[in-house]
């Protein structure tokens, strides 16, 4: 890994999760939201973005990763209510929220927080959100069309997984969009492959 590569740890879809979340984009591109869909790789929940880092904050942020899932055991999360960041007056990001395993999730980045923070990374700023990105909105005449298809699948329930690992990724930026590469996967407790 060379030097500067970003950094984040998050929280892969299996592949019945993953379809799921592909086919509601579908769902909601067909009902008129016309925006810039994120590609199937990069749909994951970032628990924590760290940025670009040395190989050897990379080795601390999997020191951390470990140290902060040590305690915890698998979950379930489950997917329903669309929104949009920073509102839906003014979409700019639509995603889909957790509504089971939220606080589990969220206490998982806290974790992930703390030990960061022992291993002297900076602290994030912004309190963690559950949710997965689906689409950024770039074009403001395109606001009304995202509104109309999102109150159509508002309380929409797009399925459920199983959280039994977290994931430190490298994200590369290239001229077609973020390529990323696991780094290295972090079992939950009592959860073996």
């Known amino acids: 890994m060379s030097e500067g590569h970003r950094i984040f740890i998050a929280v892969e879809l299996d592949s019945t999760l993953h379809q ?10 067909a009902a008129g939201a016309r925006v810039r869909w994120n590609k199937p790789a990069q749909l994951h929940f970032t628990l ?12 601390l942020v999997k020191v951390a ?12 999360i489950a997917l329903r209510q669309l929104g949009a960041f920073p509102s839906l007056h003014r979409p700019q990001i639509l995603w889909v929220g957790v509504e089971d395993g939220a ?8 974790k992930l927080e703390t030990q960061l923070a022992h291993h002297r990374f900076p602290p994030e700023e912004r ?7 689906l689409a950024r909105i770039r074009d403001e005449r395109q606001w009304g069309d995202v509104v109309r298809a999102l109150t159509q699948f508002r309380d929409f329930g797009v399925g459920s997984q199983r959280v ?4 430190v990724m490298e994200s590369e930026l290239t001229p077609r969009g973020p390529v990323y590469t696991r780094v290295e996967e972090v079992s939950l407790q009592g959860y073996e492959k």
Request: proline content about 8%; charged content about 15%.
């Open 127 to 133: 309190p963690f959100r559950p949710h997965l990105t």
């Open 48 to 59: 924590r973005f760290i940025g670009a880092v040395t190989p050897a904050q990379v080795a």
């Open 65 to 76: 990763t470990r140290e902060a899932v040590n305690e915890v055991t698998p979950f379930t």
């Open 164 to 167: 039994q690992a977290v994931t």
């Open 20 to 29: 799921a979340v592909i086919d509601l984009q579908h769902q909601l591109e």
């Open 103 to 110: 606080a589990e999730l969220q206490a998982l980045a806290a």
